[in-house]
């Protein structure tokens, strides 16, 4: 079991930066966050490995940085340029099993274990 707490969620203006941080229990072979918005999908945003590796989704690329701090046992993600679009609740995931070298995934269905969420929500 891998229990992940969110925080850092806020309601802000376009352009705005956040950082949303992720306190888990253990850090897994592939990290994630995601977000899902009202009556949308749960759609995967970044995801990075033990190694560093790091995936991002086209939408959130050049604006949104995943990073993680294997000694606190903490996932960021520094979100910049704020959009209207990227109001939604953002979950933090983590996956244990992988297959060998496999790079981090966006795909929801890849991921055990899931926080809470926490709401972020961006106005023009």
């Known amino acids: 079991q891998v229990q992940l707490e969110e925080s850092g969620g806020d309601s802000v203006q376009s352009g705005a930066s956040l950082r949303l941080s992720c306190t888990a229990s253990e850090i897994a072979y592939h990290m994630g966050w995601f977000r899902q918005a009202p009556g949308k999908e749960r759609e995967g945003v970044a995801s990075?490995?033990?190694?560093?590796?790091?995936t991002y989704a086209d939408s959130v690329k050049g604006r949104f940085t995943i990073s993680q701090d294997n000694a606190r046992n903490t996932l960021y993600l520094q979100m910049n340029s704020l959009k209207p679009e990227d109001t939604a609740v953002y979950y933090c995931?983590?996956?244990?099993?992988?297959?060998?070298?496999?790079?981090?995934?966006?795909?929801?269905?890849?991921?055990?274990?899931w926080g809470q969420g926490t709401q972020v929500t961006v106005s023009s």
């Open positions: 995931a983590a996956r244990k099993k992988i297959s060998y070298n496999e790079y981090p995934t966006l795909r929801p269905y890849d991921y055990n274990y």
């Open positions: 990075i490995d033990t190694h560093g590796r790091s």
